[in-house]
Nanobody, 121 residues
Framework: QVQLVESGGGLVQAGGSLRLSCAAS????????TAWFRQAPGKEREFVAA?????TVTYYADSVKVRFTISRENTVSLQMNSLKPEDTAVYYC?????????????????WGQGTQVTVSS
């Protein structure tokens, strides 16, 4: 069983930055991919970014490309720059076996509890 815990959310003004972290504990499935998804009120959960188990390959949604950076060291981090009000959502960390459809929530076995990111205009 794998436990994921997100941290780093908060309130920031438009144009500002936040850094989210995802810490994993327990027995991990390797090789595995770790991803960030987000869900705004009344909307479906959407893919944000993903990184492979060895950190060599990253994927981004078009809406966050250039502004967000995913990285992996001891934890998986999501550096979010130039934040916009439309980035406001609960952000979830997810982990699962590598899949070509990394952008699908149902490809991931493990999920964190989520962390709120609010961007004010």
């Amino acid at each position: 069983q794998v436990q994921l815990v997100e941290s780093g959310g908060g309130l920031v003004q438009a144009g500002g930055s936040l850094r989210l972290s995802c810490a994993a504990s327990g027995r991990t499935v390797t090789p595995y991919t770790t991803a960030w998804f987000r869900q705004a009120p009344g909307k479906e959960r959407e893919f944000v970014a993903a990184i492979t188990w060895d950190g060599t390959v990253t994927y981004y949604a078009d809406s966050v490309k250039v502004r967000f950076t995913i990285s992996r060291e001891n934890t998986v981090s999501l550096q979010m720059n130039s934040l916009k009000p439309e980035d406001t959502a609960v952000y979830y960390c997810a982990a699962g076996p590598y899949s070509g459809t990394y952008y699908r929530p149902d490809e991931y076995n493990y999920w964190g509890q989520g962390t709120q990111v609010t961007v004010s205009s």
